[in-house]
């Protein structure tokens, strides 16, 4: 017995000198935002250290229920009635985001998409508050699809990844619904009238997607989330609404894009 003992008090001192440091200090993690190893306690979903998640514009209260902007928005006064129903978005889309997307979305650091799909819960939780939203939510997730050159040229559609990420954390399907007609190029340097034109009749839905989702529904109407990069205009989303709802009259399409 006293032989027995006294290998368990060696066993346990030899675990002691070896987690010592560990105990003592938190472990080195590498930040999925800046790359650099910070120790620090606390470590959230995002995998980012303290000072890039207090760095992040994140868009915490809703001024417009149209758009989900954190301010007043005088666009969203202008607009009339249209398919798509409402938008959400995570973050304001400043220097530091731009920079942060750019990374992942051209410069290829596909490694961010997590932290960016993860970004997403939060625009969803702004959903979830919404006192106009079913608490049920919402029955699957689609994404806006990109044209085969964009594709050919990034090698992966951003969108698609971060819906995926999205749905793993929320529990929700994600369906490829939408196929883009045609190539529409950038839009960055193009005024709200040329983008909305621009993007008229773009998308379509996949032949029999509809069909199967529907029957999956039930005959009640279906809440469609539709995820993007970022919501500028709104243009492509509500081009993608109005594709949706043409082949499901009783839906309900609305948006949910990481950056407004």
Not at 21 to 29: H, K
Not at 33 to 49: D, E, H, T
Not at 55 to 66: G, Q, T
């Amino acid at each position: 017995m006293r032989g027995l003992r006294s290998m368990h008090m060696k066993t346990l001192h030899r675990w002691l000198i070896q987690n010592t440091a560990r105990l003592i200090a938190p472990p080195t993690r590498v930040c999925s935002s800046c790359a650099q190893a910070r120790q620090y306690a606390g470590w959230n979903p995002l995998r980012v250290c303290d000072s890039c998640f207090q760095a992040i514009p994140w868009i915490r209260e809703v001024e417009c229920p149209v758009c989900g902007r954190g301010e007043t928005c005088p666009d969203c006064l202008r607009l009339g009635p249209r398919t798509l129903v409402m938008n959400r978005s995570a973050v304001r889309y400043d220097d530091a985001m731009r920079e942060l997307l750019a990374a992942y979305k051209y410069r290829g650091n596909e490694r961010l998409r997590v932290l960016l799909g993860r970004m997403l819960v939060h625009a969803y939780r702004l959903y979830m508050l919404d006192p106009t939203i079913d608490k049920r939510g919402f029955d699957c997730i689609t994404f806006v699809p990109v044209s085969a050159e964009r594709l050919a040229e990034r090698g992966f559609n951003q969108a698609e990844q971060m819906a995926v990420i999205l749905g793993e954390q929320i529990g929700l399907p994600v369906a490829s619904l939408l196929t883009r007609q045609r190539h529409t190029g950038k839009q960055s340097k193009m005024s709200r009238e040329e983008r909305m034109a621009n993007m008229r009749g773009a998308f379509a839905v996949i032949p029999g997607r509809a069909v199967k989702l529907q029957r999956a529904a039930r005959r009640r109407k279906l809440r469609i989330l539709i995820v993007d990069d970022v919501y500028t205009t709104g243009s492509t989303l509500t081009q993608c609404a109005e594709a949706l709802c043409e082949s499901l009259p009783q839906a309900r399409v609305y948006g949910l894009c990481w950056a407004r």
